[in-house]
T-cell receptor, first 114, second 113 residues
């Protein structure tokens, strides 16, 4: 168990719908990262939050948005869903101590858009 | 931004032989290089990492080497075992305020019994 909790584990929804993925980081970790992993693909960085503020942005679609709340949990909102959005979405957290720290991954949310 | 290239994309080795996976990065400011192992259907997990002030690091059968001049780092697995079969990802990050990990595209390692 990495200490990073993602809910739900699985999500099936229809095209055009909106979903929210939730991530609770490890206790004490200030940084949260979101990654998208399509079938047999690598880990595509979407966005990073640090202590409530957006820190870095990757190839995140305009239909996607995220936020980190005061209690440090984070939510990734995906709207106007398309078939191609079907993927495994990982959240990771790190302490961001400033000199390279391990990122711990949650078990992922598998999103299927039908 | 940072770009990490990883080779090969697939690798099959006989059990007991060694496996080597190579990565190159583009941002000379990157100073942290972790390697993650992802078993089928599971989350990526850190197996070893190296920082820019070190040229080599070893942990039992796993070792990582870093050549900062060439912007190149490699994962070496010796005496491979069936449980080493997985997808391996290299990554690079610039620290001190922005620890976004940029991952390579992954290497699917298959150990042949």
């Amino acid at each position: 168990d990495s200490g990073v909790t993602q809910t739900p584990k699985h999500l099936i929804t229809a095209t055009g719908q909106r979903v929210t993925l939730r991530c609770s980081p490890r206790s004490g970790d200030l940084s949260v990262y979101w990654y998208q992993q399509s079938l047999d693909q690598g880990l595509q960085f979407l966005i990073q939050y640090y202590n409530g503020e957006e820190r870095a942005k990757g190839n995140i679609l305009e239909r996607f948005s995220a936020q980190q709340f005061p209690d440090l949990h984070s939510e990734l909102n995906l709207s106007s869903l398309e078939l191609g959005d079907s993927a495994l979405y990982f959240c990771a957290s790190s302490s961001n101590a400033g000199y390279g720290t391990e990122a711990f991954f949650g078990q992922g949310t598998r999103l299927t858009v039908v | 931004g940072e770009n990490v290239e990883q080779h090969p994309s697939t690798l099959s080795v006989q059990e007991g032989d060694s496996a080597v996976i190579k990565c190159t990065y583009s941002d000379s400011a990157s100073n942290y290089f972790p390697w993650y192992k992802q078993e089928l259907g599971k989350r990526p997990q850190l197996i070893i990492d190296i920082r820019s002030n070190v040229g080599e690091k070893k942990d039992q059968r796993i070792a990582v080497t870093l050549n900062k001049t060439a912007k190149h780092f490699s994962l070496h697995i010796t005496e491979t075992q069936p449980e080493d079969s997985a997808v391996y990802f290299c990554a690079a990050s610039v620290t001190f305020g922005n620890e976004k990990l940029t991952f390579g595209t992954g290497t699917r390692l298959t150990i042949i019994p």
